[in-house]
């Protein structure tokens, strides 16, 4: 599951027109929409770099209806929090270096069979935010969405970010999870990207229960990634530990039965792995 160390991207900051810069106030940064062009590119989205196209607050003008797919034609990207989720500033947004910038993760609203997910970078004043840059790189997500689940400092005085992303559907469950380095003044990189699925049949498993017939216990697993607390990895820098962890399901008329099954944890270096990528 684990994918080879790469710098996803590592950029200046982009000059955004005038026109383009999305400035909102803190109060209602919850109901924040934004469009970006991303047209028929797979891979990165370019157009990110224009800065959002059209900007508004969900409810209002044409963001009536954000998640409609009407925003959505010709390629283009809406972006916001979905309807539903608590918002909070921690569990979308950072602040690094300090409170003046926040780095705050938007999801797709116009979501079909995934999500794609955007870093954004804001600057902080007053009672409003600014928008600085789209990241042009964005997480695909099957299911859910991304939200920010914790951060840690770096030996270098940058940023580790993590970044869970989670949804479940008719059985099927989902963990995502995206490493970050932060660098000031605007530049991020992807450090560790790692995936759990579970799918459980439920239809089927009812159907048969429904016609009296015997049922196997199935297995569930969820994927989750914590830095340990007061630990450092042999580089010096933090340690993360990525946890599965195993549940034996049982489905009967009455529900389902759990009994705790195996967890495997795996430690990663991040810091290790950064410096050598460095030589």
């Known amino acids: 599951m684990?994918?080879?160390i790469a710098l996803i991207y590592t950029a200046i900051m982009a000059t955004i027109l005038p026109?383009?810069?999305?400035?909102v106030a803190k109060a209602e940064f919850g109901r924040f929409v934004g469009i970006i062009a991303c047209g028929d590119?797979?891979?990165?989205?370019?157009g990110a770099s224009q800065g959002f196209i059209q900007q508004g607050l969900s409810g209002e003008g044409d963001f009536t209806e954000p998640s409609s797919a009407q925003l959505a034609k010709g390629g283009n990207v809406v972006l916001g929090f979905l309807?539903?989720?608590?918002f909070s500033w921690q569990r979308y947004s950072v602040d690094f270096p300090g409170p003046r910038a926040k780095w705050v993760?938007?999801?797709?609203?116009t979501v079909g069979e995934?999500?794609?997910?955007f870093l954004t970078l804001w600057k902080s004043s007053g009672d409003s935010l600014e928008c600085m840059r789209v990241f042009p790189h964005y997480f695909p997500l099957a299911l859910g969405e991304m939200s920010v689940h914790t951060q840690t400092p770096l030996p270098d005085g940058s940023m580790l970010l993590l970044l869970k992303g989670e949804g479940s559907d008719a059985g099927v469950n989902i963990q995502d999870w995206n490493i970050l380095r932060l660098q000031t003044p605007d530049k991020a990189a992807?450090?560790?990207h790692r995936v759990n699925r579970s799918e459980i049949p439920v239809q089927e498993i009812l159907n048969k229960i429904n016609a009296d017939e015997t049922v196997e216990p199935v297995q569930d697993s969820s994927l989750m990634c914590e830095v340990a607390r007061g630990k450092k990895a042999p580089s010096g820098g933090p340690l993360l530990r990525y946890i599965i962890s195993r549940t034996h399901l049982l489905y009967t008329k009455a529900g389902p039965q759990e009994?705790?099954?195996?967890?495997?944890t795996l430690l990663y270096d991040p810091w290790k792995s950064l410096r050598g990528k460095a030589h």
Do not use: F, I
Request: positive net charge.
């Open 2 to 4: 684990r994918k080879s």
């Open 19 to 23: 026109a383009s810069a999305a400035k």
């Open 41 to 46: 590119a797979e891979g990165d989205c370019n």
């Open 83 to 86: 309807e539903g989720k608590p």
């Open 105 to 109: 993760v938007l999801n797709e609203l």
């Open 114 to 117: 995934g999500n794609r997910a």
């Open 190 to 192: 992807q450090v560790d």
């Open 259 to 264: 009994s705790p099954g195996r967890k495997d």
